[in-house]
């Protein structure tokens, strides 16, 4: 029987990377984003909305009656400081980063407790251990992540269900490029050297790739991860360290 996968926000950017990488590892790998994708089984579903998340997954189980794998990666990223975040723009940031972990998680314990099985992987952020700036909102919503993931871990360890959080850098994909390209609308800087050094900011020098954070989640499903539970796994070329 083929192992069954849950990825939100799995259309574009680490999203997709992580759907191919578990298509090629023989998982049935369900998509759940507001963003068409020729990649596994997609479904319509707006992840800021609880409800819709709910009826999504357990659309899901009622066909499969099996969960192995959730992958939470639906997200968006925003710059901006408190004086600048409104509460419409907080609580747009919340619903989705945050409140859309909390539906999907709540919506398959149920199964992977009834299993006795199961692993959840949130991507989170190198933001889940630092603060930076001009990140108010968004670094909230990745601690929170972080909370999450810890707290989840040992409320569920003596079900068999692990838990644990995914912690990219700078990686390039296409809202990274987006992010990029209105800096340098509204700044007139030049593309390629903004990119240049955003790859120099990290002791790697260079950027990390969609492919690079799929593995990691990959490993983090397998077996050979079956110890690791409750962790924040950073995968940032040594950005934190410093």
């Given at each position: 029987m083929?192992?069954?996968?849950?990825?939100?926000?799995?259309s574009?950017?680490?999203?997709?990377?992580?759907v191919?990488?578990?298509?090629?590892?023989?998982?049935r790998?369900?998509?759940?984003d507001i963003?068409p994708?020729?990649?596994?089984?997609y479904i319509?579903?707006?992840?800021?909305?609880?409800?819709d998340v709910?009826?999504a997954?357990?659309?899901?189980?009622?066909?499969t009656?099996?969960l192995d794998?959730?992958v939470?990666?639906?997200?968006?990223?925003?710059?901006?400081?408190?004086?600048?975040?409104d509460?419409?723009?907080?609580d747009a940031?919340?619903?989705l980063?945050?409140k859309?972990?909390?539906?999907?998680?709540?919506?398959v314990?149920?199964q992977?407790?009834?299993?006795k099985?199961?692993?959840?992987?949130l991507i989170a952020?190198?933001?889940?251990?630092?603060?930076?700036?001009n990140?108010?909102a968004y670094?909230?919503t990745?601690?929170?992540l972080a909370?999450?993931?810890?707290?989840?871990a040992?409320?569920?360890?003596?079900d068999?269900?692990?838990?644990?959080?995914?912690?990219?850098g700078?990686?390039?994909?296409?809202?990274?490029?987006?992010?990029?390209?209105?800096?340098?609308?509204?700044?007139?800087?030049?593309?390629?050297?903004?990119v240049?050094?955003?790859?120099?900011?990290?002791?790697l020098?260079?950027?990390?790739?969609?492919?690079?954070?799929?593995?990691?989640?990959s490993?983090?499903?397998?077996d050979?991860?079956s110890?690791i539970?409750?962790s924040?796994?950073?995968?940032?070329?040594?950005?934190?360290?410093q």
């Amino acid at each position: 029987m083929s192992r069954i996968a849950i990825v939100t926000g799995g259309s574009s950017g680490i999203g997709r990377a992580i759907v191919e990488r578990l298509l090629g590892q023989q998982y049935r790998v369900f998509n759940l984003d507001i963003q068409p994708s020729d990649l596994g089984e997609y479904i319509e579903c707006d992840v800021s909305l609880v409800d819709d998340v709910t009826r999504a997954i357990a659309g899901i189980l009622d066909q499969t009656r099996q969960l192995d794998l959730l992958v939470s990666n639906a997200g968006r990223h925003l710059s901006a400081t408190i004086e600048e975040t409104d509460e419409a723009t907080l609580d747009a940031l919340f619903a989705l980063n945050v409140k859309g972990a909390y539906a999907a998680i709540k919506a398959v314990l149920p199964q992977m407790k009834t299993q006795k099985n199961g692993a959840i992987v949130l991507i989170a952020s190198d933001q889940s251990l630092i603060g930076k700036r001009n990140s108010f909102a968004y670094n909230l919503t990745k601690h929170a992540l972080a909370s999450m993931a810890k707290t989840t871990a040992l409320d569920y360890a003596a079900d068999n269900i692990r838990v644990n959080a995914v912690c990219p850098g700078t990686v390039e994909t296409p809202l990274f490029h987006k992010a990029i390209d209105r800096y340098c609308a509204s700044s007139g800087a030049d593309k390629a050297q903004v990119v240049a050094e955003e790859a120099a900011l990290q002791p790697l020098n260079r950027l990390g790739q969609p492919e690079e954070v799929a593995a990691l989640v990959s490993f983090l499903a397998s077996d050979e991860a079956s110890f690791i539970t409750g962790s924040l796994q950073v995968i940032d070329g040594g950005y934190t360290a410093q």
